[in-house]
């Protein structure tokens, strides 16, 4: 059984189902039809207009959301652990032509207002020193805390007094959203969010992610964007496709709420343990080298999370009987 | 019947086939045993050591591939009707940071040596003048006519005596190869070539294509560069699927042959027309607004190619039989 | 006697004393009183509110006025023979984050209107296609000639037509408004300039140009790119003082108007050889090597210009008596 | 008595000189005779050959030195305090195309040896995470601290091991040097140090720094980034002649001296409440809102350091005698 990462699980049948559909017809760029039924799909999920962009990976939407928010000279205020600080390469550099993270501490990789208000208050408001444009939070964060729809909006409120764009990191949103049981506007939209990148490989896709525009100003530039940095796909349809299939009946939803089952199920074998709490489907646990090692001889395999610690991952195909072994192996340790 | 694009065509079968049984185990990165096996398998095409990354776009692999040559203060001598001039949205400017386009003319969008030597002549060797780092050509070219491995061999001399740096755009190398009947090898490294866009998608791919480093030193950075450009992803297991169904049994290259087949039938029916010479799968000729608009009633559908002219462009699939019917309707005008 | 640039001439003795006097105090950045005055100053002599910024070059000056107009993805119409694009090491592409500078022909380094929409038609307004955001004209152009405020007027609307800003490269305006005798608004943003690279170097300074914008919102970030482009010195005082001095009593014009008439002065001598009209202070005109040689042994220095040409720039220093003798060498050849 | 940045001061009447003494010729680029003494001079100073670039601010001068180190998607380790970090507006982003600043604490502004060895362990070696390329200290540090030729010797040891280049940012190098009393190559290239960024601004000049290439094949590129940045003048001299008159007699380390000097008198008179050893010419200390006031009534001048502290900063004028009712004030608190 291997608890490694949700990116590499395998793809969701409905979803490969799809893009086989997908190849009945020929049709690139402005003919394609399936990309343009995006905007109303996601539209219903999240009851307003948006203008939706698909895209190979969520280094590629995350650095495009963060773009269209903040010029080059600007900044961006994030978690010391934003996977767009440490996971990506230094890709908000290249695609904003060399905006500057600015990094704030906060547990579990979810930053308080109190630390952005107080970051405002370090910045002095002239020339020599870089101003920031935009706020980027992650939600599920790096260690699989949620942010509710009330923490949003506070953060939401923080941006919009000095005129900030807001941007949330969804690789995990559909985890959240599961684990929160809100309405998707809430925790987005309606709590001051301008630009979402919502997952869906790490959640049953192959290679799409959608960037989500509630601020749809920012779509415009956005578009010649993704052309100028490679990331325009002729046969953009196999990845429509795959969103499409995603949203129907739920299933973003649905493959979410099993994989946080999954986790559930583990960390509740392993409570005493837990270096987080388990909102979604990561758990990150204290471990020692022993206990590693012997949950391998098992037949378990996850990352070592740093000295003494693991981060264990499910994902939409684990069921509660697959897991089963491995919370009965970690009571047992 | 529909010539617009080769891009928008059927992904062919053994390619969707082979995507279908990349979903068979789940890995992600390091441990993507398809991907491990690209260089291996280019390698035997190309009768030599290569390093190969796959992209979803040309255009992104165009990008990489002349930022791996190019500083951002240097500049890349090309056509001027080169597809990373007109149709790549200023990629190479955003990816190399800010390296100039040095354009060339030639006919056929080819650039001939003494083209390239006079450009030399007409730079200042001093720092007011930006200075060419490396020479992209297009093959086939953007008008479907073929570089000959003689005269890559030319161009890629003239690169070596300025210690330059020497790209093939490749979009439809598989059409060149296939209408040259040269040994891949031969057009290419042999002649000087350092990297090449070698095409997959507009040739049965869905949306993979190979970059290929015979100058192997490139390929080290360009790693970083595709993680930081958003182009790396995890199951990237279902891109070197479809290149290596690609490479088997000689598939690009039959897929290839067919489509210059099919061209060729229908430049035979048109050739008073031809713009120029049909070399590869690309079409173009002379056309009046009336012509063009009874072909379009008898159900062909095409570009139009600015005024009293058309772009057909063949594909994978298009059999003799499929494409008789407009070449009769050519000849009949 | 020496020739080749105005770049080079002596410093103005009025600019030396105002250095000199700006040593009298010790102040730095929002302390620097001088540099408070520079708005207000240009405001007269523009009969308008400006936004004004010193900058010790005018590469700085013309790549900040067109980074405050075109964003990365997009393009800059200008002449093939533009200084920004000959003669600035690339430096467009560097300062807006790789944006595509579109090269327009045209007699004497001008750009025609005729020949701007042409290129707009040339365009696709598709994102796979750089869109142009503004147009730079050179007044005086490359060649010594110059716009009148209705050639320029005629760009502007084409300009206002398009929603692209405008922006004028006048490293030798002076000697452009010195030549047409109008007044500096009329060939300015009354005529549609959004903003302008005001030149002393050429003309008198030592190290500081003017980059004044009409349209005054395109300051505001053009300070934070001053800086971050290494551009902000702590003692600018020096810089605001040239400038001060170069306006006062219109030095900047009566400099340009005795440049302009010590070049009169040798056009006139060597009509039948002249290249181009002689409007400003540069002289393009055919010269056999043997004829070069000649004049180089009488004492007088300057570039060749390609075979069988050369270039003679005056500048503000030469008096009619001081061209006498190269007017006669000319006359005598 | 104004404390509040050297970098306000007056120009030293040598450097006054000297000036004035360049507008004898007219001469451009590759004619400026003085440009070309830079190297010869500094390789005097230093012992050994150097390349040298002037360049009109340190942020100019620091950003060129990284960009020659760094590649784009790499990383530079500094303290988080440096002033490339924190003022100069994101310089380094700008100039390098993105690259990452990677920030350690450390006292004093100081990096220790143990603080950079921790950074390299906690990078991955993969490609998800940007890879540092070089590491910047500044000597005397933003809290007016040296490092010792022991202390970089130790920091370029480190670099070395891991292929990283090693560089200093000197603004106030000669404070450094006078206090340390070493030899300049000693703290320098003897030290590891690849490139220096010699600061005259503070210490007399008017808006000539010097960047200083010990490993000299990294000029050969900067001259083309000087450019391309908008930081060549066509009458350099001008800067070069600020440079040679600073090198001149050791003028830069008796202005060092005289600022050192007047800072330690200050320093003495106020021991207790001193933040930092004071080792060159800053002064962090205590001080109320109160005690603030009540000098400031008796005419000093300086700037607070956040809550209950204050910064004054003394330069090359200042002599024992000016500063001593300063240190009178204080010790009279």
């Known amino acids: 059984m291997r608890f490694f990462s949700d990116n590499a699980a395998l793809v969701h049948p409905a979803i490969m189902q799809a893009i086989a559909e997908a190849n009945a017809v020929d049709a690139a ?11 109303a799909a996601f539209g219903e999920v999240f009851e307003t207009e948006v203008s939706v962009i698909w895209l190979p990976t969520g280094t590629a939407a995350n650095s495009l959301a963060l773009t ?3 010029k080059p000279h600007q900044g961006i205020i994030c978690h010391r652990e934003a996977h767009i600080e440490l996971d ?7 695609f ?13 990789a979810k930053i308080a207002p109190d ?11 002239d020339v020599h020193q870089v101003q920031p444009a935009c706020i980027s ?15 949003v909006a ?10 900030l764009g807001l941007h949330m990191d969804g690789a995990r949103f559909a985890n959240a959203v599961a684990s929160l049981g809100c309405d998707p506007a809430d925790v987005t939209w309606r709590a001051g969010v301008d630009a979402l990148s919502f997952g869906c490989v790490k959640n049953g896709g192959m290679n799409a992610e959608a960037l989500v525009f509630f601020d749809r100003d920012l779509a415009g530039d956005t578009l010649y964007r993704r052309k100028r940095s490679g990331h325009l796909q002729s046969k953009g349809r196999f990845l429509a496709a795959q969103l499409l299939a995603f949203l129907k009946d739920d299933l973003w939803l649905k493959n979410a709420a099993a994989a946080n089952e999954a986790a559930a199920i583990i960390a509740n074998a392993a409570e005493a343990r837990l270096l987080y709490p388990v909102q ?17 001889t098992a037949g378990f395999d996850f990352y070592d999370w740093g000295e003494g610690a693991a981060r264990l991952v499910t994902s939409w195909h684990h069921t509660p009987k697959d897991v089963q072994p491995l919370a009965e192996a970690l009571a047992a340790l």
Request: charged fraction near 25%; hydrophobic fraction near 35%.
């Open 68 to 70: 269209a928010m903040c």
């Open 115 to 125: 630390s952005i208000s107080a970051h405002f208050e370090s910045i002095r408001p």
């Open 96 to 108: 904003t032509g060399g905006a500057k993270l600015m990094l704030l501490d906060g547990d579990g």
């Open 29 to 39: 760029y402005d003919e394609d039809t399936l990309s343009k039924l995006l905007d």
């Open 280 to 296: 979604a489907n990561e758990i990150f646990l204290k471990l020692s080298k022993a206990e590693a090692a012997s949950l391998r």
């Open 154 to 163: 506070e953060i939401g409120e923080l941006a919009k007094t000095r005129s």
């Open 88 to 94: 990506e390469a230094g890709a908000p550099g290249f």
């Open 137 to 151: 939070i992650t939600n599920a964060s790096e260690y699989g805390l949620c942010y509710s729809p009330g923490e």
